[in-house]
């Protein structure tokens, strides 16, 4: 049996948009794509406009799923997240964050939330 790897990409991806709004954020899109690339989620959290990269790993063979968000990955992430600012009309002073979820695991998998994982990155 195949595994359908955007499937579950997706079923993550709802997992962790409801896990953020248990715990404090306003999701305002998922899988915004533009030319650039895509943002997993786009959300509002205590005053800041979050970016957030959603990454997997059911086990480490390839590594942790927040080493996935190297600085080419970040380097992606800031230059659509400068795109949306642009088309969304969101001026200088608007507080942006770049979050990474990562999740681990098979089953039971855990859950960590680093905020500010990043800075724009040119």
Same mark, same amino acid.
């Given at each position: 049996?195949?595994?359908?790897?955007?499937?579950?990409?997706?079923?993550?991806?709802?997992?962790?948009?409801?896990?953020?709004?248990?715990?404090?954020?306003?999701? $305002?899109?998922?899988?915004? %794509?533009?030319?650039? #690339? @895509?943002?997993?989620? !786009?959300?509002?959290?205590?005053?800041? /406009?979050?970016?957030?990269?959603?990454?997997?790993?059911?086990?480490?063979?390839?590594?942790?799923?927040?080493?996935?968000?190297?600085?080419?990955?970040?380097?992606?992430?800031?230059?659509?997240? $400068?795109?949306?600012?642009? %088309?969304?009309?969101? #001026? @200088?002073?608007?507080? !942006?964050?770049?979050?990474?979820?990562? /999740?681990?695991?098979e089953k039971?998998?855990?859950?960590?939330?680093?905020?500010?994982?990043?800075?724009?990155?040119?």
């Amino acid at each position: 049996m195949q595994i359908n790897k955007r499937q579950i990409g997706a079923d993550k991806e709802a997992f962790v948009c409801e896990w953020l709004e248990k715990n404090g954020y306003r999701i $305002l899109e998922r899988n915004f %794509r533009c030319r650039i #690339g @895509e943002i997993d989620i !786009v959300a509002r959290e205590d005053g800041y /406009l979050v970016f957030i990269e959603v990454k997997y790993r059911s086990h480490n063979v390839n590594g942790l799923p927040e080493e996935a968000v190297d600085w080419r990955k970040q380097r992606v992430i800031s230059r659509v997240a $400068l795109y949306y600012l642009r %088309r969304f009309g969101y #001026g @200088e002073s608007t507080p !942006v964050r770049f979050d990474v979820v990562a /999740l681990f695991g098979e089953k039971d998998f855990s859950v960590s939330l680093y905020q500010n994982a990043f800075e724009f990155c040119g």
